[in-house]
């Protein structure tokens, strides 16, 4: 999956964006938290905290990490 960070998640990545292994957002979360330690105030096990949410393409907001769960299993 591509990654583009913004605003507290980009400051505290270190980076712009990324692509990393990943078939649903929740299994994105487990590698974001390990790639980078300082998200984890971010990331509740395998989903953002409520304060947060990813962007599908540009078109949807989610945060539901599970397969199957509509369009977090598209990426």
Same mark, same amino acid.
């Not at 990324?18 to 649903?24: D, H, N, P, R």
């Not at 790639?35 to 509740?44: G, H, K, N, Q, V």
């Not at 393409?57 to 599970?66: K, M």
């Given at each position: ?9 980009? $400051?505290?990545?270190? !980076?712009?964006?990324? $692509? ?6 929740? +299994?994105?979360? !487990?590698?974001? $938290?390990?790639? %980078? =330690?300082?998200?984890? $105030? ?9 304060? %947060?949410?990813? &962007?599908? &393409?540009?078109? +949807? %907001?989610?945060?539901?990490?599970? =397969?199957?769960?509509? =369009?977090?299993?598209?990426?």
């Amino acid at each position: 999956m591509y990654v583009e960070f913004l605003g507290i998640s980009r $400051e505290r990545a270190g !980076v712009a964006e990324l $692509e990393l292994e990943a078939e649903t957002l929740g +299994q994105l979360m !487990v590698a974001l $938290e390990r790639r %980078f =330690p300082a998200l984890a $105030e971010l990331i509740d096990a395998d989903r953002l905290r409520s304060s %947060f949410r990813a &962007n599908l &393409n540009g078109d +949807q %907001f989610i945060s539901d990490p599970r =397969p199957g769960s509509g =369009p977090a299993t598209a990426c």
